[in-house]
């Protein structure tokens, strides 16, 4: 248990569907991250936020939509998702933008 | 941009000492990290280097070259619950990490 919590565990969804992934961390961190893991590749960076603030989008497709309405939650939004979106979708957060980072367990994904 | 290299995968047996080497190219360099990841987990700190030299933390240490671009984990007194996939991650001004693509660690009894 780090401390970072994230919902669904699992998550189905068709190509035209709309939905949402939520991340809520209760250790008092400024900043907040969203990852994607795929199979056999690295982690990859997907958005940063610092203090409520994007500061990073990795040239990440539109149709992944970020929301930060507080530096505790971090939202996902989701729609008309390709089957290559099928992936975990991991959520981190830390102290000052910097240092050690807590991620939380992961939504797996599947798009149908 | 950033890359970094680390072998995809290690197999080593219990009690034995093992050593996963990290290089990476970067255009921005604040800290190399370690982080441990078991199947279905999500990925745990082990380790930051942000200068050369040789930090440890029980039974784990890291090891940084900034002039190599290197550096390195070490395992010692393996133990089967230390079978894991380990990252390396370059942190840049704005603690945005690009991770390695794991090694696997296998422990053997």
């Known amino acids: 248990e780090t401390g970072v919590t994230q919902t669904p565990r699992h998550l189905v969804m068709g190509m035209t569907n709309k939905k949402s992934l939520k991340c809520e961390q209760h250790?008092?961190?400024?900043?907040m991250y969203w990852y994607k893991q795929s199979a056999k590749k690295p982690l990859e960076l997907m958005f940063v936020?610092?203090?409520?603030?994007?500061?990073e989008n990795n040239s990440v497709p539109s149709r992944f939509s970020p929301e930060c309405p507080n530096s505790s939650h971090l939202f996902l939004h989701l729609h008309t998702l390709q089957p290559e979106d099928s992936a975990l979708y991991l959520c981190?957060?830390?102290?000052?933008?910097?240092?050690?980072?807590?991620f939380g367990p992961g939504t797996r994904l599947t798009v149908l | 941009g950033q890359s970094l290299e680390q072998p995809s995968e290690v197999t080593a047996v219990e009690g034995a000492i093992v050593q996963i080497n990290c290089t990476y190219q970067t255009s921005g360099f604040y800290g190399l990290s370690w982080y441990q990841q078991h199947d279905g987990g999500a990925p745990t700190f082990l380790s930051y280097?942000?200068?050369?030299g040789l930090e440890e933390t029980g039974r784990f240490s890291s090891f940084l070259s900034r002039s190599d671009s290197y550096g390195y984990l070490l395992l010692q007194e393996l133990q089967m619950k230390d079978s894991a996939s380990y990252f390396c991650a370059v942190g840049n001004a704005g603690n945005m990490l690009t991770f390695g693509g794991g090694t696997r660690l296998m422990v053997k009894p």
């Open positions: 981190a957060s830390s102290q000052d933008w910097g240092g050690e980072q807590f």
């Open positions: 250790l008092g961190h400024n900043a």
């Open positions: 280097n942000a200068l050369d």
């Open positions: 936020y610092s203090l409520e603030e994007r500061v």
